[in-house]
């Protein structure tokens, strides 16, 4: 009897490996480096050592009476735990300034940082998807804004607005904050990689108009660049100085930052001033953390997201 031996499938021939996948893979294994994976870790870990230790002290002397603050080690509590008593001592003093000091930051950095990040996106669309004459002049001007700091505007500012009678005014906070330059060109960056010209061109031959067109294809696909820029916006005027202390006298318009500082001036002949600036510190860096909380995945993403989208 003979046998027969079925023949055997063909074997493929192996993959050859492309040198960009032998780049990742070494890539990888690099990245998996004991080493290196240490080193990077005790990096981040000073850093957000040195971000965090401001946070700490403030909320360890919040708790402090005003003879503890000096008595007492900064960096542990002591002195009995007067914490609550403290926080509404910020809430009373000068006939309940502070919190009204809050509500004009909320509307500053609120309203400022919505006006400005709508307009810095559209304006950022705009830039990344239309070609018209000077295009090149308008983004060298934007790019050129992003290096000029905001205090060296402060007082060309301020001569401008008094000339037609606005210092003084919530105006004169707000309407400078409606410009972000840096979200400008964010946006722009990120429109350009995130939002494909075929789909706004099917858009058109529906007949889609070209605010339509922004507003119902294009936003959807750029809330990581929205909230990004809404977020550095938001703490951006939040944390604003010197162009609230150039253009307002009057304490009632104070943001929070300028009110601080008018108590802590005052330490000097007052030394209970000296809690109520740091019980109003305190409550100053509230909002602003909720705020990162619950924005941060949306921030993560906005900052990668155009440079890894083609």
Known sequence: MSTTTSPRPAQKPAK?????????????????NPAVTIIVTAILAIVAIYFL???????????????????TNGFWFGGGFQLFENLGNVL??????????????????GLGSALATYFAVA?????????????????????????VPGTATALPL????????????????????????FGLFLSSIYANAAVP????????????????????????????????????????????YFL??????DEKLYPITLGLDNWRAQTDRLPEFYQLTVGGALLSVIPLAILILVLQRFWRGGLTEGSVKG
């Open 197 to 240: 010209d075929e789909v706004l061109e099917a858009g058109r031959i529906d007949g889609v108009g070209e605010i339509a067109l922004f507003h119902r294809i294009a936003l959807p696909q750029l809330v990581p660049a929205i909230v990004t820029v809404l977020l550095f916006q938001f703490v951006g005027i939040w944390n604003n």
């Open 92 to 109: 009373t003093a000068n006939g309940g300034i502070f919190p009204r000091w809050a509500l004009n930051s909320l509307i500053y950095s």
């Open 53 to 71: 230790v401001p946070v700490y002290w403030v909320i360890v002397n919040a708790t402090k009476s005003t003879d503890a603050l000096f008595g």
């Open 244 to 249: 609230p202390l150039v253009m307002l006298a």
């Open 158 to 181: 301020f001569f401008l607005f008094s000339s037609v009678g606005l210092t003084n005014s919530y105006w004169s906070v707000l309407i400078p904050s409606l410009v972000s330059p």
């Open 16 to 32: 050859r490996r492309t040198p960009a996948e032998d780049g990742r893979s070494g890539s990888r294994s690099a990245g998996r």
């Open 123 to 147: 304006a950022g669309y705009a830039l990344a998807k239309y070609d018209f004459r000077g295009k090149k002049l308008v983004y060298a001007m934007v790019l050129g804004g992003v290096l």
